[in-house]
């Protein structure tokens, strides 16, 4: 049966040593549902600079819905995971539509249940902006709460079931937003993957985990596929590169780039050399030509990946 942890000790400690971000300043449902889609799949000293890139251009969901994707995707870039952009932007369109036609009427919903309708919101993020922006009692379940279930319990494989019913049981209902900031808090400064700091942790009486903390949960093995490609980066005489939009399908949908194939005629060519570029279930390796182009683009003007931004400096039209 999964154990209790101290409420009191953790809530005082979330209140004297939570860290001093710009949408926690704020209690619009909007502003904390952009943080909690840009820190999905980016780590929060690099989402703070892109939460504030986004917000000050949109400072709305409406402000958002009237853009458009490839304005969005270009702010965007850098954060990675360029489908989040997608959705977000999808998402700003369907709450923005009328009622009679499957919209919110610009207003966001309150409940989990309804944020869940919303493209790309999961229940994590839906009990993340109901509980913080509208304090609806409902637990949120990431990572980081995962990890401190986990320790707690003294569990090393905890299943999902067992890690909602703890994150159930142990909801400061009265207060569920700042708890359940506070439980991962804990994860994301204190109960850390490597090296937690359990000297200081304000729950370390109710942890079972406390003396070995750094076998639980046991680590999960994940096996990356190496996927191998290739591109010819046409240039014309002023140094543009020739780039082009990607389709609204796969990994770097509605990005520019050079085109990526898997073969390449390489004779009249120069070859430049290969990229390597990692993403969480990719391995990519890109090998890279150049060529001359009649009329290239300005790649300031246009939303890149961080693949193509490799891609363009080897080929020497980026610079740092």
Not at 46 to 56: K, T, Y
Not at 74 to 91: D, E, P, V
Not at 134 to 146: L, P
């Amino acid at each position: 049966m999964p154990r209790s942890m101290e409420q009191e000790s953790l809530l005082a400690w979330f209140t004297q040593h939570q860290r001093d971000l710009p949408w926690r300043r704020l209690d619009d449902a909007w502003p904390i549902l952009l943080s909690e889609i840009l820190l999905q799949q980016t780590q929060v000293s690099r989402g703070v600079i892109f939460w504030q890139r986004l917000f000050e251009r949109y400072p709305t969901v409406q402000s958002m819905a009237e853009s458009t994707e490839e304005e969005v995707l270009f702010l965007w870039q850098g954060a990675g995971y360029y489908s989040r952009a997608r959705r977000l932007f999808q998402l700003s369109k369907v709450v923005c539509a009328p009622s009679s036609a499957g919209g919110f009427d610009g207003d966001l919903p309150t409940s989990a249940e309804q944020l869940q309708t919303l493209p790309g919101v999961g229940p994590y993020t839906a009990a993340a902006v109901a509980s913080i922006a509208h304090g609806e009692a409902i637990a949120c379940v990431d990572g980081n709460v995962i990890r401190v279930m986990a320790r707690q319990n003294g569990i090393k494989e905890p299943t999902g079931r067992e890690v909602q019913r703890w994150a159930d049981e142990v909801l400061w209902s009265d207060d569920p937003g700042n708890w359940n900031q506070a439980v991962m808090e804990l994860g994301a400064t204190i109960c850390t993957p490597k090296s937690p700091r359990c000297d200081v942790c304000p729950v370390k009486q109710t942890c079972l985990g406390v003396e070995h903390a750094d076998l639980y949960p046991a680590p999960k093995k994940r096996k990356k596929k190496r996927v191998d490609l290739q591109c010819v980066i046409y240039i014309d005489s002023k140094g543009r590169p020739e780039l082009e939009m990607r389709d609204a399908s796969g990994i770097l949908a509605g990005m520019w780039g050079p085109k990526l194939v898997e073969h390449v005629n390489a004779e009249g060519l120069g070859y430049l050399g290969e990229v390597h570029h990692v993403l969480s279930h990719r391995d990519m390796h890109v090998k890279v030509w150049c060529g001359v182009a009649e009329k290239g683009v300005d790649p300031a003007t246009v939303p890149l990946s961080s693949l193509d931004v490799k891609l363009l400096k080897l080929a020497g039209v980026m610079r740092d």
